[in-house]
């Protein structure tokens, strides 16, 4: 993938770990020689990544309560329940080992069959730990889809299923994304910053997490739509202070 706005925040040295990939090998989930954790055969109470003819994309989710969040406009923020409602169970995968706490991440989208009627989501993870019944770092995703409904966000991911946060979120079409976009997203100290084509679009300031893995995640309950969005290639650099 050709260069990046993020290079300019790239320490001068090298990097201390990297990683990059196309996604060569159809596995469920994705392991690339014992190299990925997972979220539910590692973490248990979330979803697994699968690969399958060059495209990284979520398994199926449990389907039972569908996300509702003020934000998406199908909860209302007046009402006693306006707290996000749904079963969170993002499928995720994070490199194991460690990495350095300054990471760069870029990837490509692949997405067909654009709908409103999922919340069809293509993620990249930062600082990420991954154990069981618990996953905690940070989110920068992106929706797929380019109408006024689309969003591009930030979320810090607190340990038990469920418990997140938002930390910064834009809508509109020029924040969600479609096939062959390029999507990057980095967190340098305590920024997040994310990326579509070169264009930053998002930034969030938190000190929760120094510590963890990139990777790569999808958003829960789209069904059998699952296979309509992913990832084609995915790269990786990471940093020590």
């Not at 990249?124 to 109408?147: A, D, M, N, Q």
């Not at 969600?176 to 997203?185: C, H, L, S, T, Y």
């Not at 059998?224 to 992913?230: A, E, L, Q, S």
């Amino acid at each position: 993938m050709a260069t990046s706005p993020m290079d300019g925040l790239r320490p001068t040295t090298a990097p201390v770990r990297s990683y990059r990939t196309d996604f060569p090998r159809d596995e469920t989930p994705i392991s690339e020689g014992g190299l990925w954790r997972n979220a539910r055969t590692d973490g248990i109470d979330w979803c697994d990544v699968v690969t399958r003819n060059g495209v990284a994309f979520g398994e199926v989710t449990r389907m039972g309560v569908a996300e509702q969040r003020a934000e998406q406009g199908n909860l209302d923020a007046a009402a006693a329940d306006a707290a996000p409602v749904g079963d969170y169970d993002d499928p995720t995968a994070v490199l194991g080992g460690q990495w350095g706490r300054n990471q760069f991440v870029k990837a490509r989208v692949f997405s067909r069959n654009q709908t409103n009627q999922y919340f069809q989501e293509v993620e990249i993870r930062l600082r990420t730990t991954i154990e069981p019944h618990s996953c905690t770092g940070y989110e920068v995703f992106w929706r797929c889809l380019k109408t006024e409904e689309a969003y591009a966000e930030i979320v810090r991911w607190d340990g038990k299923i469920g418990a997140w946060k938002s930390l910064a979120r834009k809508v509109g079409p020029e924040f969600g994304v479609k096939d062959g976009d390029v999507v990057e997203a980095c967190i340098v100290g305590n920024v997040i910053r994310g990326y579509i084509n070169g264009v930053e679009v998002t930034t969030a300031t938190d000190d929760t997490y120094a510590g963890g893995a990139p990777g790569i995640g999808f958003n829960f309950g789209v069904g059998t739509t699952n296979v309509d969005h992913g990832f084609t290639e995915w790269e990786a650099d990471t940093y020590d202070d």
